[in-house]
């Protein structure tokens, strides 16, 4: 009923940018505070950006200054600007919401933790 459509991934070359985009789809009420992660071959899943319903931001050491995220809350999305990439910053990139609250119906209800299915970023050398 609700999804995250995750897009703008692809191939770049070193020092290029690339902008994902996270869409909240459905009869969402709320979309709270959205984060992006990625995850390379092999390793674990990592936080990279945090932005609340304020817009409020936080990320993590290895991408600030190189990468912002951004929110429209008329349009339930969420972004991430990317520049500067390097080839570690190869990975799959999910977003993820916190909570969702969304019509089910005629009911108001909610998700939380809630992922999108992921976009593939690669940085050429």
């Known amino acids: 009923q609700v999804q995250l459509v995750e897009s703008g991934g692809g191939l770049v070359q070193f020092g290029g940018s690339l902008r994902l985009s996270c869409a909240a789809t459905g009869s969402i009420l709320v979309l709270d505070t959205m984060r992006w992660y990625r995850q390379a071959a092999g390793n674990q899943r990592d936080l990279v950006a945090t932005?609340?319903?304020?817009?409020?931001?936080n990320y993590a050491d290895s991408v600030k200054g190189r990468f912002t995220i951004s929110r429209d809350n008329a349009k339930n999305t969420v972004y991430l600007q990317m520049n500067s990439l390097k080839p570690e910053d190869t990975a799959v990139y999910y977003c993820?919401?916190?909570?969702?609250?969304?019509?089910?119906?005629?009911?108001?209800?909610?998700?939380?933790?809630?992922w999108g299915q992921g976009t593939q970023v690669t940085v050429s050398s």
């Open positions: 993820k919401a916190d909570q969702i609250q969304y019509y089910s119906g005629r009911s108001v209800t909610w998700t939380t933790n809630y």
């Open positions: 932005i609340t319903r304020g817009s409020d931001t």
